[in-house]
């Protein structure tokens, strides 16, 4: 979500002073009123390795989008878009239904999909009718874990730490000013469809609409997001890839070692 502009309190966005010191890419890349894709972010990867080998640099990817980090790590093969059957299947409030028509034209692809993830039931059901194949057949897909010449660190704290370190993030985002960073963007461009499903965006968006007190809205931010972090944890943990650095203080003294190692390496 740290392609959007303006939605920097949010996202944890790296501030003007980290990014005058250190070169940072893909960020800030559209409007919040714009959707974005995977796709999209491949191509903006793409671009930046480009730019930062011609410099003779190293890049580091940092983030817990499992699917953005995995289609960059082991290239994926990205099928296309149909956005005007995305917008028909959109129509179909049953989300059950879509991923029982799913299931009849990709069962493999539909096993590995909860069917109330609505999202990605019918993104498959788009590639899979506009496409005239399964959305399961395009690349090995993620459970696959083939040979990559990148090297993945892992974070791992104890979960009551992390549950704590949450909570404690989002009031300070909401202290930062949260709310009327959402308010802003609501007011002028907006949101799309995909930035509006943001962790913290879409609830204070509750909130503002009147569904939700504001304390109603921080509690859900801090549920989602600990439900979110649970997911990425599941996810990462099935990279047999991963080399994990159990944090037990300082995250930041305990994991550079780690990463300065690897950079070393590289550059021997």
Known sequence: MQVYRRMDIGTAKPSAAERAEVPHHCLDLVDPDRDFTVAQFKAAHTSAMEEIGRTGGLAVLVGGTGLYHRVVVDDFDLPGE????????????????LHRRLLALDP???????????RRVVRALEVSIGSGRPFSSFGPGVNAYPVSAVVQIGIRRPRPVLTECIGQRVHRMIEAGLVDEVRAIADSPGFSRTSAQALGYREILEH????TSQDEAIATIITRTRQFAVRQDRWFRRDPRVRWVDVEHDPVAEVVPAVLDTLHQLTR
Do not use: F
């Open 108 to 118: 493999v692809g539909a096993a590995k999909i909860e069917p109330n993830n609505r």
């Open 82 to 97: 149909w956005p005007e059957l995305r917008a028909e299947l959109e129509t179909v409030d049953d989300t059950g239904e």
């Open 208 to 211: 503002l609409d009147g569904s």
